[in-house]
């Protein structure tokens, strides 16, 4: 690999911050945070030029009051709308029968019509976070969004399988999704728990494309042109 | 998957032909005909959006005067720019060492600096396609261009385990890449062999994203925003 | 690939119509239209060389009547025994156990002695057909029988990574297929969708093996002599 | 799993002895013993019902003499015919280009017109064993013949991530396969290699299929009726 | 691969009997005999060589009393400490939401802090054994113990695609194991099944690592140094 | 995942830097820096804890003297041995046939007789370091040496599907490695290129073992016991 690299060729501005801008994107995650953590920065950027953003909680199993403050906040921080698909009170992602959240998802995607679905990846160990991502598999029969998995979510770290095959550049909003994830202080501060390894993965993410901090995608289906 | 199926909702209208409009796109292949089978419509279609687009033939093993105008015409019909890697007369793929291989690839990405890269993929079994398939992946060390590989490419059909995760709708250039096709009058009219397949295939693919014809890429590294 | 391809080798003619001939083969599905849509053709086909062909459906979600009426047609059309697994009205699949649903899959195997057994394929993204598919794979320990899956399902396209291994002809039968498909008013004609997709579908699979129609499966476990 | 254990059903009679009798079957090894060792039982029992098998051994990298005397002697045990690709002399495969070594299976599926061919598996580590089986993946594109692998074959076990499809009983046939290696005496014998391993794997292959002895084979390509 | 094959390399004595001499080890199966099956060798092993051994058996679904008791002497035979998950009773797995089972394996985690866990793979294809796995994959948040999947475990054997990178020589403990197999009467001989399956396929297992039996796990996440 | 995260586990303390004390390790890149980037912090860490410690660089392709005497100061920094495989001069690894590297390394394994290998992976896209790994397979045959790969090198970033599945913790050693990477001036500071993204990355890979640096391996094969 020595040979080629004395010369160094400049990565072209492909700015593709116009491919949601005026649309809606729908980011979904099982509970509060998870967005905030794996596409933080995505989702402030988008927001940024021009896209509608939905952050589309799936449930909050427990602390309802609590938490359903932090995902306002978390929302709030990254200028997105918020929704939570099972609403109400405290509810588990397993006490819904996986029809049932289908038939929840279907809905969403048939009022909000994206442009762009992101979801968990099915590399992730999170049962809930694999329910929710098994679950929006099949909306994709009801229209031909772009449909993306993010990173694997979790507050302690282990290996996981997940290999990006986009990249997005959140060196402008990486602050933006700092301030989210902290927003979630039952979560972090509350325990004791560090946020700077987000921070951390974002930056080496960010060395994939040569930028300070990026966020991974693994694309599932995507429609160019 | 019946219950949603009653109501559809319509395709968000997503061009993102200006993605590439006004930038550099280089396609390659391993011989004169690989490029129209596998993304003649792709091309044809950056083409008449703007993108200038370089069709790289890695090289012609023989009969070099015949498939090289066969080449012409492939790339005349489609509009793009024809580059024979190892020109000069007839050469094997397999007579270069992949380390010279992966050079004169380098050289290219240095002189053109396009903002995407579409080659072969590791699902093909021709083993010259897979040569190049592996010489163009060190070449993303370069810069951060996007890069995708296209369905393996056949004169015969074969079973083969490949999965597009981006779509292109090439509705409007299928003829010009039908014609494209033509043009190796030497690899299939002049040995009795069918192209018909290559619209059935694209027309089946199309049904994935809902259009007449489509073409299949699967997303190896591709910068968002 | 060109240097061989001016000369073609006559495809052997192998007929193994008579493997199963004389003998029970039981085909799973979900619900009813899955198998017509999944394996219609082939299941046509082993009827007509003599197999007794047992199309078990798993279970009727609701609009019993109709849809058993629907069945009883399909299954009529293509000269198989229609068993429905979960039958006396209205259920669903996720309403029962795993481990109940093992025990009925094992009595029906233990009741037919099936030569072969063809289900959904672990590839299909629809929570039933998973679970289908996952009750299926230990009955394997009872007997020795041939284990398939076929195509996902679904009443619109999606991508899907399913690769088959093997490919049945059904030239003959594909008329039967169709027709038995159109046999699902509820699910096609009736909410305007399109059954044509699984011809043309069919058709592309047919090109694998030089015919004008065939379905792919991926075998699982075959018994060899 | 247990539920179920305590009934166990017969498997159902399933010869398919015939599926290739009368007509040719192509087995191809990279040296002499590679075919002995990863299907000699099959070989022998495709032969004994009365198909026409050539055991093809691509090259006899050393010891010509020797060795080509050796593989007269297995495949005689087998009843099959022996043609040796690279003929003449020692030669080493990697010495042939690629497209060379395709260029002489071709001729060679042209020549024999085959129901079936057998080569190695790309989950093997032996450089000279892909090299083979990346060579007969094209030569399907000629012919729609039945296209499976074999167990990975090795003088000293190794663990290999190789996982069989299809299970061929050779309780009949396990003391000619056992025979036929031991002819290679210079590999086994003749360096105090014991062979008794193959008859250990064969029989807990068999327990897969509640036979003796079975050969596990990964279909790649079938074509069923 | 002959060419080297003439020079036999001793293997190195790697003892590493002490790697968990002192320290806990949880070995997690769904059901009694699970353990025995899948590791018994390797777990009389470790408790010979100073390791404190947990047996952790997640549910016993029906006879309750007969089952204890095996599982108690298959247990005692190892030299195990026994722990029922799921005790007081007979209880299927299905039964308890994810959330609550990884909620119970997170406190048996917090009480015995282990040094390495091992528990079914996910290649198994007994629902039971995914749930249970599925369930241990979090735990591995609350400490970096050392992770490992064992082979599926069946009383009748059937393919499955389950690769070992990591080889434990249980030559001192088969008769151990075998015992402890055989204590669990009621599914075996109580049902006239033979065992003698295991003792085979870990003598074939021994064989990848030259000694006379050995068991296979796949190394999911280990800490080294 | 948030239900058990407020009560943390503590890593239990399991030194094995005594698994090869007193043994040979053998480490295999294909180039000069391909060892110091990959693993050098766990070579430094092995030698530190008595084992022999052999560095072996397969080739230099070029700047024989410059690029053999910076090998030599990489070696010394971590305490190594250094070993050239194909030496006097520079030459190429594609200038070798695989059958005669795999002799080569052959001998080494029979002179050294290690307790490991290390070597390149699978998931790597330089061709040389595919060779070397191809190469490096076959030799497991030959002792029942712990086998594993790391991560692929590269001078710059480029995103690679590469899963540990082993972490060694190399927080005493960083430093040693940093110094010994940019022994190889080279192709890092006399290019102008940054090596402090080595440092990150194995600052991110010690989150995943709680440690501030660790280094990723893919284990292949490990007697355990």
């Not at 509608?52 to 359903?68: F, K, L, T």
């Not at 969403?108 to 809930?128: G, Q, W």
């Not at 290996?159 to 933006?176: L, N, R």
């Amino acid at each position: 690999m020595k040979r080629a690299c004395d010369t160094e060729v400049r990565p072209p501005g492909q700015s593709i911050a116009n491919r949601y801008s005026g649309k809606t994107v729908v980011a979904i995650g099982a509970h509060p945070d998870d967005l905030e953590i794996g596409i933080g920065g995505t989702l402030a950027k988008l927001r940024q030029h021009g896209a509608h953003v939905v952050m589309c909680v799936a449930s909050i199993p427990r602390d309802y009051d609590v938490r359903i403050e932090e995902a306002r906040r978390g929302a709030e921080v990254l200028g997105c709308e918020l929704k939570i698909l099972m609403d109400g009170g405290p509810q588990r992602i397993e006490d819904v029968k996986t029809c049932d959240l289908v038939g929840m998802l279907d809905d969403m995607i048939r009022e909000y019509k994206p442009a762009a679905v992101l979801t968990h990846s099915k590399a992730d160990f999170h049962n809930d976070h694999l329910l929710i991502y098994q679950a929006c598999l099949p909306t994709q029969r009801l229209a031909y969004f772009d449909f993306f998995s993010y990173h694997p979510t979790n507050c302690r770290p282990v290996p996981i399988a997940f290999h990006p095959t986009a990249y997005v550049d959140v060196s402008d909003t990486i602050d933006a999704k700092m301030h989210a994830i902290t927003a979630h202080a039952s979560q972090f501060g509350g325990r004791g728990l560090d946020t700077e390894m987000y921070r951390e993965f974002a930056h080496v993410q960010g060395r994939m494309i040569g930028v300070p901090y990026a966020e991974g995608l693994d694309v599932q289906r995507m429609v160019l042109a």
